[in-house]
Structure formats: C-alpha cells, structure tokens
C-alpha cells in the first residue's frame, strides 16, 4: 500500500476519534493530536521523497495553523480546534489543508444555524452580540479583542466540523 494511503486511513481514524471525543467532553486530547502529528512525519519521512514531503508535511501544519489561529485569538474557537488542523495540514500539505478548513468552515456554519434555531430566541440574540463584540474588537484598530460577554451562547463542538470536512475532502479524490 503507497503511504498516500497510509496518511489517508491514519487521518480518517485521528478525525474521526477526535470528533467523538469533542461531542463527548468538549476537548481534543493533546496526546491524539501529538500521536497524529507523529505518524504523518514518519509517513512522510519514509515516502519516495522524504524530503520534499517532510517539507510539504511542514507547510501544511503552519498554513492550518494560521487558518485557524485568528479565531483562536478572538475567542471563537478552541485551542484543540487549532491544533488539530495543524496536524491535518501535516498530513495533507498547504493547499488541500486550505481546501479542508473552508469546507469545515462551511460544515460549521451549518451547524451553527442548527444549533441557533435549536435554542430559539435567546440564543440568537446571545450569538448576535457575542459576534458583535468580537467582531468590534478585531475590526476597530486598537481596540483589542472586545471581551466575551458573561453569557455563553453555547459552546460547538467544532472538531466535528473539522473531521466533516476533512471526511469530505477525503471522498471527493
């Protein structure tokens, strides 16, 4: 079997763990992310091109990184969310990690509405002015990151989102 295969079966099983483990406690295990990130190194370290896929593997944990980074910093997402497509991008490379995060983008916006028109009209309005202030605070220069309000519109397991849309893009090739 091509390690192609190898990287592919290896991050089905991490997304798929890490989803389940998000929608049970909230968290992504550090330990998970850090054996994926091992195991997509090694891969690529013993491909036909172990250099240039080492490096392919580097660029695409820093790409996913910063994808995902932003929201970090505004409060609108998880450390572990992160970090897991960090190492998503170790396992697939710069451009398709990008096609991953805007797929689990999408995949998030949807669960977001469903969640929203779950909890009726006081999540809504919870969700309206928490993204309110966040956006406040990155759009206005010098403002700093407007502070949360006390009230949580809920929090979203959003490593499930991540893992649709890296299922998606698996599927789709």
Same mark, same amino acid.
């Given at each position: ?7 592919? &079966? ?5 997304? &798929? ?11 992504? +295990? ?19 091109? +172990?250099?240039?896929?080492?490096? &392919? ?83 206005? +220069? ?14 979203? +397991? ?7 849309? &890296? ?7």
């Amino acid at each position: 079997m091509p390690i192609e295969q190898y990287l592919e &079966t290896i991050l089905l099983l991490l997304v &798929t763990s890490a989803a389940v483990n998000d929608l049970a406690t909230r968290r992504i +295990p550090n330990r998970l992310l850090l054996a994926g990130l091992a195991s997509a190194l090694l891969l690529h370290l013993l491909s036909a091109h +172990p250099g240039a896929s080492f490096l &392919t593997a580097l660029g695409g944990m820093g790409v996913g990184f910063a994808l995902f980074l932003p929201f970090y910093l505004l409060r609108g997402m998880a450390a572990g969310d992160v970090k897991m497509m960090a190492v998503i991008g170790a396992f697939i490379g710069p451009e398709d990690v990008f096609v991953v995060a805007v797929l689990s983008w999408c995949a998030g916006g949807v669960m977001a509405v469903l969640m929203v028109l779950w909890g009726g009209r006081l999540r809504l309005r919870l969700v309206l002015g928490n993204l309110g202030r966040m956006l406040s605070g990155a759009l206005v +220069p010098g403002a700093g990151i407007a502070p949360v309000g006390r009230e949580s519109a809920g929090s979203m +397991p959003y490593g499930l989102a991540i893992a649709i849309g &890296t299922i998606a893009f698996l599927t789709r090739h």
